[in-house]
């Protein structure tokens, strides 16, 4: 059972590389997600897609974007990055209707560091 | 501004001790979930509530929607509780999701 897969676990970037993170889900959910993980804050959401072929800003996009390249998969996007992106980054899935009712499947994350 | 309370936020417990956990949100919601990271950054959904009282082993999770106010409670702790609980909410607007900043529990043998 893979659920949520997400790729790489870690990454160094240097200032100004891009670079895209993969998530992928095996369980047919409509609704991705993309979350940034910060000390002493709360999961923060960047993007999120509510079904395939639609994308929404979240709390803190600046500086991602995203592509739902089709139902299982959902790619975020740093163009170029910048210290202030250093963070663990979470992908989630869950299923509709009402996906706040249903419950949020996490990845294990990405650790993403840039010098 | 993070809308989504949580307290403590830090917590070292006996083993054997009943805990709680608290969270408060600010607006109306449509539902309410509590999550475990594990100290392995792993993350997963603990429960789903909307109304009432919902219990799974030794974790109870109640809400309030008047008070906007749900605990969690574990009984008779274990070390393997050890772990961070979040508390997050989805707003009646939208499928969006707001996270508490988390409590971070320790059960010591």
């Known amino acids: 059972n893979a659920g949520v897969t997400q790729t790489p676990k870690f990454q160094v970037l240097k200032t100004g590389q891009s670079m895209t993170l993969q998530c992928a889900q095996d369980m047919n959910h409509n609704s991705m997600y993309w979350y940034r993980q910060d000390p002493g804050m709360g999961l923060r959401l960047i993007y999120y897609s509510a079904s395939e072929g639609t994308t929404d800003k979240g709390e803190v996009p600046n500086g991602y974007n995203v592509s739902r390249l089709n139902k299982r998969e959902f790619s975020l996007r740093l163009e170029s990055a910048a210290p202030s992106q250093t963070s663990v980054y979470f992908c989630?899935?869950?299923?509709?209707?009402?996906?706040?009712?249903?419950?949020?499947?996490f990845g294990d994350g990405t650790r993403l560091s840039i010098l | 501004k993070n809308e989504v309370e949580q307290s403590p936020q830090n917590l070292t417990a006996q083993e054997g001790e009943f805990i709680t956990i608290n969270c408060s949100y600010s607006?109306?919601?449509?539902?309410l979930h509590w999550l475990q990271q594990h100290p392995g950054g792993g993350i997963v959904s603990l429960f789903m509530?909307?109304?009432g009282k919902k219990k799974h082993g030794r974790l109870i999770a109640t809400i309030n929607i008047q008070e906007k106010h749900s605990s969690l409670h574990i009984t008779a702790s274990h070390p393997r509780d050890s772990a961070v609980y979040i508390c997050?909410?989805?707003?009646?607007?939208?499928?969006?999701?707001?996270f508490g900043t988390g409590t971070s529990l320790t059960v010591i043998p």
């Open positions: 607006v109306g919601i449509s539902a």
């Open positions: 989630a899935s869950s299923g509709t209707p009402q996906a706040g009712h249903q419950p949020q499947h």
């Open positions: 997050a909410v989805a707003w009646n607007t939208g499928n969006q999701f707001y």
């Open positions: 509530l909307s109304s």
